[in-house]
């Protein structure tokens, strides 16, 4: 997956290891290589997307796709998911929501928030491949300022 000639890195913000294991599992079955950082807790996460001071600034020129579970031990996921769609620098970046929470009020206020797809686990894998593979043709067309 490439944005603009440029490498794609996937961000995953999973707290439950075997989640975590079935998501890098599904992606890597889609088809998709590109690099995975993983984190457990939401502020290890934000530091790397939005830099310790918050700013944003540090994400300014890095192409990343977002993996966020809703529920983490730190702070929610939507939490997260505002932060980053309210930050000049990121909020152009694609979040998926992949969660275990099917709530419609839930699942409404990720999207009013700009999450790009949302996701019920047990991930389906061909839902999820789907998902991906849509999110890889975003990023081939996808232009950032």
Not at 27 to 47: K, T
Not at 98 to 117: F, K, P
């Given at each position: 997956?490439?944005?603009?000639?440029?490498?794609?890195?996937?961000?995953?913000?999973e707290d439950d290891e075997g989640?975590?294991?079935?998501?890098?599992?599904?992606?890597?079955?889609?088809?998709?290589?590109?690099?995975?950082?993983?984190?457990?807790?939401?502020?290890?996460?934000?530091?790397?997307?939005?830099?310790?001071?918050?700013?944003?600034?540090?994400?300014?020129?890095?192409?990343?796709?977002?993996?966020?579970?809703?529920?983490?031990?730190?702070?929610?996921?939507?939490?997260?998911?505002?932060?980053?769609?309210?930050?000049?620098?990121?909020?152009?970046?694609?979040?998926?929501?992949?969660?275990?929470?099917d709530d419609e009020r839930e699942?409404?206020?990720?999207?009013?928030l700009g999450a790009n797809v949302?996701?019920?686990?047990?991930?389906?894998?061909?839902?999820?491949?789907?998902?991906?593979?849509?999110?890889?043709?975003?990023?081939?067309?996808?232009?950032?300022?």
């Amino acid at each position: 997956m490439k944005a603009v000639g440029k490498e794609v890195t996937i961000v995953m913000i999973e707290d439950d290891e075997g989640h975590a294991r079935l998501i890098e599992k599904n992606v890597r079955r889609a088809g998709v290589n590109n690099e995975i950082i993983p984190f457990a807790n939401g502020n290890e996460a934000l530091d790397f997307i939005l830099g310790p001071d918050r700013s944003g600034e540090v994400s300014r020129d890095r192409y990343l796709l977002i993996l966020l579970d809703l529920n983490l031990p730190d702070m929610s996921g939507t939490d997260i998911l505002e932060k980053v769609k309210n930050n000049p620098y990121t909020r152009r970046l694609p979040v998926v929501i992949l969660t275990t929470t099917d709530d419609e009020r839930e699942i409404q206020r990720c999207y009013d928030l700009g999450a790009n797809v949302y996701i019920t686990k047990p991930v389906d894998y061909d839902n999820f491949a789907n998902a991906i593979r849509q999110l890889g043709l975003f990023f081939s067309v996808m232009q950032i300022p």
